[in-house]
């Protein structure tokens, strides 16, 4: 059945908003379906759909869509439809635009120049080039405007990996095995999870594939403490007290309230215990003092540019200025070093980010050593052999989703060399 003519206008409406960026495109769009509670669920699907190829595809799209005839807007709404349901799926367009949606669309992307093939803004190629070189920043590029896959979790506390495959079966939903997280599993299409008896009992969680391996490689056991720094709604911290076999101390710090609210209810269908969310004011607040030193091991998820993460948020390289990325890169430092403080000796700090961008991880990860000389880096080999996680890596994590079919991830690990008890105390006393 074909979808009525009034959605071209509806996706119209909120491309207009979304394309001002005010705002992040999902907050939008959530403001936008609530605003208009009588659009059905077929028709939000294909309007967030369409929004989502828009932001994937803007300067491919925006470049034909100002060519020809016709309000802009409405050409952007058709491309981004016609991508998300099909030029058939479309009702009420005029014979002109069918013709020019079957032109367009036919066009092969890779006879294309490389900053529409790419769609993304030149300084973010330009620096991926000069990280990546010509041939390989393609071929990411085309990854990440490809929309990721569905990966979970399985709570381990709640459920096993083959049992979850088999439940999902049943739904019917086919769910394979990643590669390198032994609990994740990938679902190619997406299915409605909120409902299933799985998810409401906590057994699996929706997490990318790099995240959960993000998790592990901190390496968190039974009985330990642990603090989780830049824990947001908690997608690492779950994981982490999981593996912790709810045992021990995790603490979730975050310096927003909002975020850390998303948490709970996570949390009360996780079963787990053992997390302490706390509200932190900065890196420097009292509360973290208290814990100096005592630590076993610290996971700084720290606040980064996102690009990673472009395959599920696309808005964010349209969205992201160049000049904030040295801002990033200040603020990550001065996170590592508050974080660092609460590690005891012996114990473990790992950095994490989900940038694809050397000034926001090799370099932060870089300085941090040079600048703190009780701490030694653990090549990523190493930690990953440790862990039993079959993945390739020189002294950092690096994970791509053109290589690895993930978001973009990376990661340092550091460890903090034994101290003698009276510089350990004197560390503890210190502001
Ligand atoms: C990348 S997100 C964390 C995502 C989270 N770990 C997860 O797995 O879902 C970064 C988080 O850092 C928090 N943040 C920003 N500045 C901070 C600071 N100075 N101290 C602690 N957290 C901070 C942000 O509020 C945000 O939730």
Redesign the pocket.
């Known amino acids: 059945m074909r979808l009525p003519p009034a959605i071209l206008a509806s996706a119209e409406e909120v491309l207009r908003e979304i394309l001002r960026f005010a705002a992040p495109a999902d907050t939008t769009l959530s403001r936008y379906f609530k605003d208009h509670p009588r659009l059905g669920g077929r028709e939000r699907g294909a309007i967030a759909e369409c929004i989502y190829a828009v932001l994937r595809n803007k300067a491919f799209f925006t470049d034909f869509s100002e060519a020809g005839g016709g309000a802009t807007m409405r050409r952007l709404a058709l491309l981004g439809m016609s991508d998300a349901v099909g030029i058939d799926a479309l009702g009420g367009l005029t014979q002109d635009e069918r013709e020019w949606l079957e032109r367009v669309t036919q066009i092969d992307r890779k006879l294309l120049h490389k900053s529409m093939r790419t769609n993304m803004p030149k300084w973010l190629f330009d620096k991926l080039v000069a990280q990546y070189g010509e041939e390989e920043t393609l071929v990411l590029a085309d990854a990440l405007n490809t929309p990721a896959p569905l990966d979970l979790r399985v709570n381990a506390l709640k459920a096993n990996r083959d049992d979850v495959v088999a439940e999902l079966a049943a739904a019917p939903i086919v769910a394979t095995p990643t590669p390198y997280s032994a609990l994740g599993l990938r679902v190619l299409k997406k299915p409605a999870l909120q409902n299933l008896p799985l998810f409401k009992s906590g057994a699996i969680e929706v997490q990318d594939e790099g ?1 959960q391996v993000l998790a592990q490689i901190l390496g968190a056991k039974r009985g330990e403490m642990v603090v ?9 911290t779950l994981a982490l007290g999981a593996q912790m076999r709810n045992t021990g101390r995790l603490y979730a ?4 309230e909002k ?1 850390l609210a998303k948490l709970k209810p996570r949390l009360a269908r996780s079963g787990l215990s053992n997390v302490h969310p706390v509200a ?1 004011a ?2 420097k607040d009292a509360k973290i003092k208290r814990l100096a030193g005592k630590i076993d091991r610290v996971l700084v ?4 540019s996102g690009m990673g993460t472009l395959r599920r948020n696309p808005d964010v390289k349209w969205r992201q200025q160049q000049e904030a990325i040295a801002e990033l890169q200040e603020k990550q430092t001065a ?1 590592l070093d508050g974080a660092a403080r609460l590690v005891k000796s012996g114990g473990r700090l790992v950095y994490a980010t ?1 940038s694809l961008l050397d000034e926001e991880n090799d370099m932060v990860a870089a300085k941090f050593i040079e600048s703190h000389p009780d701490f030694v880096l653990i090549p990523m080999h190493q930690v990953l052999a440790e862990q039993k996680i079959e993945l390739e890596m020189g002294d950092y994590l690096k994970l791509l989703p053109h290589k690895h079919q993930t978001d973009g991830f990376f990661a340092a690990v550091f460890e903090r060399k034994p101290m003698p008890k009276k510089a350990k105390e004197e560390d503890a006393s210190d502001d």
């Open positions: 995240s989780d720094f830049c824990a947001g709604a908690g997608g690492k710090f975050d310096v927003s975020r932190i900065h890196e998820d720290a606040p980064c996170i989900c």
